[in-house]
């Protein structure tokens, strides 16, 4: 929970695998079989504390081969199955259960994906995060991106007070109101794989649904479920911008509603 390593990570830690930088801050050092390569990040008291109690107990294990292994039994190195035994018998003991008040029992990498998690959470950016796992590419840092909702929620106002409404108006209420109801909404221009928050005081977007415009735009039957989502979408930001009184959104999304109308009656009627 402290550290995010894999089980084949942990298993083969060194005795030495704790070093300290010229500030005294602790780094743990250890294999990453599965990149093979060595990797070292930043680690806490409680890591520090948990490899010196584990080297009074392998201490007193012999180690003919002198590989110093931080896990290491009388018959040799530690192995995963005895690991995942003993988190069976937790799961058991405490016990931990599923929403269903069965028994779960957990593996050792969900630890790693707790960690990821909650760095994402706390802000850690991803390039940190995807550094601190050891992972050759974003792609498999984003695997264990999963934003909580208050994480969402706090980033989102605090870009609505920075980014959005202090410049544009000193009217307190339009402020208020137009805040609210981006909190409310999160989104300004339906896309077909997600929302836009373009604001509509930003002018116009040159981007929005480009594709749907461009003469090289080209579909097929097999997208109509995606392409009616979107219009259906599109219809309810025409009417919600209509009783604002947007006059210049209203116009802007009855376009886009026009021009799937288009799309998806050629769709239709082509045979």
């Given at each position: 929970m402290n550290v995010g390593m894999r089980a084949s990570e942990?298993?083969?830690?060194k005795e030495d695998c704790i070093s300290y930088d010229k500030d005294g801050s602790a780094w743990i050092r250890y294999y990453m079989p599965k990149m093979c390569k060595e990797h070292h990040v930043p680690t806490n008291q409680d890591v520090v504390e948990a490899v010196k109690n584990q080297l009074s107990l392998a201490a007193?294990?012999?180690d003919p081969k002198q590989e110093r292994y931080l896990f290491r039994t009388r018959k040799g190195l530690l192995q995963y199955q005895r690991v995942t035994a003993e988190l069976r018998k937790l799961s058991n003991r405490v016990p931990i259960t599923d929403s269903?008040?069965?028994?779960?029992y957990f593996n050792?990498?969900?630890?790693?994906?707790?960690?990821?998690?909650n760095m994402i959470n706390a802000g850690a950016?991803?390039?940190?995060?995807?550094?601190?796992?050891?992972?050759e590419s974003p792609e498999m840092t984003m695997v264990y991106a999963h934003i909580h909702d208050q994480t969402l929620k706090e980033d989102f106002e605090k870009v609505i007070k920075d980014r959005l409404f202090d410049h544009?108006?000193?009217?307190q209420d339009e402020i208020i109101s137009e805040k609210e109801w981006f909190k409310h909404n999160l989104y300004k221009n339906a896309l077909p794989n997600g929302y836009c928050l373009h604001h509509p005081k930003q002018g116009a977007?040159?981007?929005?649904?480009?594709c749907l415009t461009c003469p090289k735009f080209t579909t097929s039957k097999a997208f109509i479920p995606v392409l009616s989502q979107?219009?259906?979408?599109?219809?309810?930001?025409?009417?919600?911008?209509?009783?604002?009184?947007?006059?210049?959104?209203a116009e802007h999304q009855t376009n886009i509603v026009l021009r799937l109308n288009e799309i998806l009656a050629g769709l239709e009627n082509h045979s």
């Open positions: 942990v298993l083969s830690l007193e294990i012999p269903s008040g069965k028994v779960y050792f990498h969900q630890f790693r994906h707790t960690v990821g998690t950016p991803v390039t940190s995060v995807q550094k601190y796992l050891g992972h544009y108006s000193t009217d977007c040159p981007h929005a649904n480009v979107q219009l259906k979408m599109t219809k309810k930001l025409v009417e919600d911008a209509k009783n604002r009184g947007w006059d210049r959104e």
